[in-house]
């Protein structure tokens, strides 16, 4: 079983950042590329066992 989480960011330091203190438990993750706007996405699985 995985759990999905969504992340907005502003900045890709920041993604880097929660992806640094999810590490352990980061199964996959996928960031939008070229969006235009204040605000990117990132979708991250999380492994729950």
């Not at 999905?4 to 330091?13: A, D, H, N, T, V």
């Not at 199964?27 to 990132?42: F, M, N, P, S, V």
């Amino acid at each position: 079983m995985s759990v999905k989480i969504r992340i907005s960011y502003e900045k890709p330091q920041e993604l880097d950042t929660v992806l640094k203190l999810l590490r352990p438990i980061v199964k996959a993750y996928k960031a939008e590329k070229g969006k235009d706007g204040q605000y990117r996405r990132a979708y991250v699985d999380i492994k729950t066992e």
